[in-house]
Structure formats: C-alpha cells, structure tokens
C-alpha cells in the first residue's frame, strides 16, 4: 500500500511538471504551437460556404464603367431594377461614388435617379463612403474599414469580436442582419478568422458572374433567368479595382475587400465564428490525459487490462478534440502533445530507475544466497570427509569379520535343516485348523439369524445403564437394535466428523442429533436445526452461509447457519432437499471448514 502511494504521488508529480514545463517551452517558442494552430484553423468543421450569396464583378472593360474607377449610375441603377424584380433578397453594391460626378457617368441627375431607384427598392445596403444622397435613401450603410487582431499564433487576418460589437457595424454584418433572421452576433471570447491564401484576382469560394453577362441579361429581357439565378439572394456587386482596394492601415495592399465582406457576412448567417479553447479545459484534458497515460504506463497486469486501459486513453483523448472541433475550439496542440511525450518520457524514465533499484537489490540477494551456499557446501565437504574415514573404518571391521560369518554360514546351514523340519510340523497343524474351521462353519449355520449377526452385541446393549442413557436423552427403549445404534452413536459423537443419520421421517432422527451433540466435545456449543424443506430453493444459499450488506436488492447482512452454529453442532433435518450446487459447496466445508458468504470474495472458516 506504501509503495503504491508513493508511485500514485510521483506519477502526478511528474503529469504537473511536465504539463508547466510544455506550456512554459511553447510560451517561449511559439513556432510549432502557430503551425498546428493554422493546421486547426484550415481543418476546423465549419459551415460550409452556400449559395445564398453571390458575387456580381464588374471588369475594367464592363458596361458599368464610364471611365477609370468610375460606375456609370444609369447602368448602376438598371441592374438595382432588374435585381429587384429578380426577386434579390439584399443587394449590397461596394461602389464608390466620387463628387463630382462626370456628365458621362450621369452627373447629378443620374445620382438623384440613383437615390430613387434605391428608395424603390428598398433592400440596397451601401459603404458609408457613398455620398449623403444615396446613404439616406438605402435601408442601412456599413463601414468598410476592418480593425484586425494580429496574434503571432493566428496567422491570417484575425477579427475580434469587440470590433464587430462597436456601433458602427462593418459592411458584411449590416448585410448579414437584412438577409437573415438568424444571423449570430459573436460573443467576446470568439474571433473570424479569415486565412492568408484566401481567393483572388477573380477566384471566388462564393456563386461568382461577369457584371457583363448579367448586363446582356437585362438588356435581353429574361426575367426568369435572371430569377434563377438572384431569387432570394445576397447579392454583393462590385468593380476589380474596389475588389482589392485597402480600407485600413492595418490590412495589407492585397487583401480582397469584397471577399472580406463577403466572407463575414456569411460567417454572421451560419454561425461560423471560432475560439481559443478555455484555458482551464485545456489543463484539465492535458492532465487527466496525462494521469491515464501514467496509469496505462505504470500498470502491471494481464494484456487484456492494458489494453483496456490504452483504449479509455484513446477514446478520452478523441471525444475532447472531437468536441472541440464541433464547437469551434482552437487547442493549444502542441503544447498538449509536447506534455503528453514529456509524460511518457519522465514514466518511462522514472520506471527505468525503479527497475535499475530492483535489479541491484536482486543482485545483493543473489550475492547474500550464493554465500549462504558456499557456507553450505564447505559443510557437506567437510561432513563427506567424514563419512569417507568412518567407511575405511566400516570396510576394517569387515574385512576382521570374514571369519566370523564363514562359522554363522555352518550355523545357517544347520538352521536351515531344523527350519525345514519345523515346516513340515506346521503344514500339518494348518491342515487341522482348516478342520475345525470348518466344524466351526457347520455349527454357525445351525445358530439363530440374530446370534449370528451380533454374537458379541448382548454383553453391550443388555446393560441397565446403557438404557437409563438412552432415558436421559429421551430415547426409551429396550430395542437390542436402537440401544446398538445408541452405542455406535456415542462412539461417532465423540468424534470431529459428520455423522449422516438415515431414516423415514418421524424415526426420531432430530432426537439422536440432540443426543450427539450432548455426547460430543461440542455440547457447550449451540444446536441449530434446520428443516432444509421448509426453505425456498432460491434462500438456500443465503440461509446456509449467509450474506454481506449489499449482496443484492435489499441485503442488510446475515449470519448463515454455518457461521450461527460455529464451536457447536448444525443438524440439516431433510439434507437431501438441498439443490445439487449447493450440495457441492456443503461438501466443500465439511472437507476444509471454509465457505463464501453470498457476495463476498474472502473465504470465512
């Protein structure tokens, strides 16, 4: 129990060291911590990107230019129009209208139509860059500037969530508001995290048309094309030029603001938002798995508990990192598997200078016997030496006592001849032996049954006080084959043995089980009789050798028959109502006095 504890105590000793020695050594060096966290980030099950919205891009060459950056606003407000009729759910146009506006693009007039146009439709979200006119007459604006959180263990471009709360919304959570009742705001302890290598230059994860094919559209008049392909949807338009434009200091010159955009918003409609896992869970997960690694390392048992023990191990480890991965957690990997083998390393480690300790005690015992040994076999020598010099002793006399046994083979001789006299003598005497044998033989046949039987009983069983004892137990007889089996009674009474008394019921065997117990050793003891036929079969066994408290539903605890009559005599009146299993376990006590009690693992004797 000792040596136990201590291995419990220096196991999770050594879990704890190891769990602040990892976490301290990926603090200091965070680059295997930053390439597992990205491994996380680009693996994570996440929504994945639906075809709610889409992307309309216009190219330098598009109907909607009118210049270098420029939108054309009668071009601009047609496709606000025809996206409407086509059943668009939100039209988000990352457009930016500079003042003054050229006669070419639609001058004044154009951007008062425009305002109309997007009273009309009445689901138009603009930048706040746009010029007062065309902000009042949208439902809402949002901010293109995005304020990032760079973490040296998030690479990317990460977005907190105490940006996305402030009062002035970016552009693809306004988005996200209109188009879906259940968009989720982030909570503090959440982030979006939005990778380096995301699409650009055209490439889209997101439902993508040329502004060109979808102008050719308008101006062909298919309305049912162009409801199959808006009914219903978010749609973001927007110009190359704007697609890569930089809105904030802190975002780099390549960063595809649409795309940003774009990917927010879907982010806020499918609840994709990511967290570093709690700090506490991640200790908890890394020492708890830690301290079943120990177990599984320092067990000593059969292959089939180590294997038990290494698949609870596994089945831990994954159900947390599945769990995890299903809520979005980040896990600090590799500062968990960096504890993990520093756990594994110290067991194995620790285990090896245990070994190394028993092997060198082994080796002093070892050295402790081999010289008890040697003091042992110098002994034999010296008691062999011993025997060689009482041998030469022996073989002297032998050799003086030649002459003595040539005179005893002259005797032996003359022994022999008398012998062989004698013998004839007694053939003779034999022969009449088996004479009067059989005289004998002829005279029993003529005797009466009862004589025969018992020739030597009535000098026994006819005695007074033979019978005034069987009076003292209750047993009145004059009976010659009662008081016989009276007598034999008191001789197995006086014995440690079972005694099995036979007989139909009603015979009086309760009565001689008394008279037994009287007679033996055993009389200050109690007498417990039992009538094996008036227990259930299923109580046998609780009745016989009792039962400990919680054997089954409702067990208190009790003291068998067995154990009540313990120093004294048991008589099972009946013995033969007993079920077989149960014969063998009686047979087992009377053969080494020891039972199980009903639920417990100890032998009682």
Request: charged residues 15%; contains cysteine.
């Amino acid at each position: 129990m000792k040596f136990e504890t201590k291995s419990a105590l220096v196991a999770m000793a050594i879990v704890v060291f190891c769990t602040a020695m990892s976490f301290g050594l990926s603090s200091m060096f965070p680059q295997g911590e930053r390439w597992l966290t990205e491994w996380q980030l680009s693996h994570l099950s996440s929504q994945p990107v639906g075809s709610s919205i889409v992307l309309v891009r216009a190219g330098e060459k598009s109907p909607a230019f009118c210049g270098v950056g420029r939108w054309n606003l009668h071009a601009l407000e047609a496709t606000l129009r025809g996206l409407h009729q086509a059943g668009a759910a939100v039209i988000a146009p990352l457009v930016d209208v500079l003042m003054p506006i050229p006669s070419e693009c639609g001058g004044l007039s154009g951007l008062v139509n425009l305002a109309e146009a997007t009273k009309h439709v009445g689901s138009v979200i603009y930048p706040d860059l746009v010029p007062p006119a065309l902000a009042q007459a949208a439902i809402q604006t949002g901010v293109l500037d995005l304020t990032t959180q760079h973490d040296v263990m998030i690479p990317g471009f990460t977005f907190s969530s105490s940006s996305l709360l402030s009062p002035r919304l970016p552009f693809g959570a306004v988005v996200a508001a209109f188009a879906s009742t259940s968009a989720t705001t982030p909570v503090t302890d959440t982030f979006l995290h939005v990778p380096d290598m995301m699409p650009k230059n055209g490439e889209s994860s997101f439902p993508a048309y040329s502004f060109t094919d979808i102008w050719n559209i308008l101006e062909a008049g298919d309305h049912e094309q162009l409801a199959r392909l808006f009914r219903g949807k978010t749609v973001f338009l927007f110009s190359e030029p704007f697609m890569s434009q930089t809105h904030s200091a802190s975002l780099e010159s390549d960063v595809p603001v649409a795309m940003l955009h774009a990917t927010l918003a879907h982010a806020y409609m499918t609840n994709s938002w990511k967290s570093i896992s709690p700090f506490l869970v991640v200790i908890l997960v890394t020492v708890s798995l830690g301290a079943l690694l120990t177990v599984f390392l320092l067990r000593e048992g059969s292959l089939n508990g180590l294997g038990f023990i290494g698949l609870a191990v596994a089945m831990f480890a994954s159900a947390f990192l599945f769990l995890g991965f299903r809520w979005g957690w980040i896990w600090p990997l590799f500062s968990m598997g960096l504890s993990w083998g520093m756990t594994i390393g110290g067991v194995v480690f620790w285990r090896f200078l245990q070994s190394r300790s028993t092997v060198q005690q082994r080796i002093v015992q070892g050295e402790r016997q081999l010289t008890q040994l040697g003091d042992e076999f110098a002994e034999k020598q010296k008691h062999v030496r011993q025997l060689e010099g009482q041998l030469n002793d022996a073989q002297h006399d032998t050799n003086q006592s030649v002459a003595v046994i040539e005179e005893l083979q002259v005797s032996r001789n003359t022994a022999l001849s008398q012998l062989e006299r004698y013998q004839a003598e007694l053939q003779g005497t034999r022969r009449k032996i088996d004479g009067m044998q059989e005289e004998l033989q002829d005279l029993r046949q003529h005797l009466p049954s009862s004589l025969a039987e018992f020739p030597s009983a009535s000098s026994t069983t006819d005695s007074p006080e033979l019978i005034q004892e069987c009076e003292a137990f209750k047993i009145l007889t004059r009976d010659q084959a009662v008081l016989r089996l009276f007598h034999n009674l008191k001789k197995a009474a006086a014995t440690q043995v079972p005694i099995l008394l036979l007989g139909e019921t009603g015979t009086g065997k309760e009565v001689f089980a008394k008279a037994a117990h009287a007679l033996s050793p055993r009389r200050q003891g109690p007498f417990i009789s039992v009538n094996m036929a008036a227990i259930r079969s299923e109580l046998f066994e609780g009745e016989l050798f009792g039962h400990v408290k919680g054997a089954f539903t409702g067990a208190v605890g009790r003291t068998g028959f067995l154990e009540s009559a313990h120093g004294g005599t048991l008589f099972l009146d009946e013995v033969g109502d007993l079920p077989h299993d149960l014969q063998a376990k009686l047979l087992r006590f009377l053969e080494d006095g020891g039972f199980h009690r009903v639920g417990q693992s100890s032998l009682t004797h």
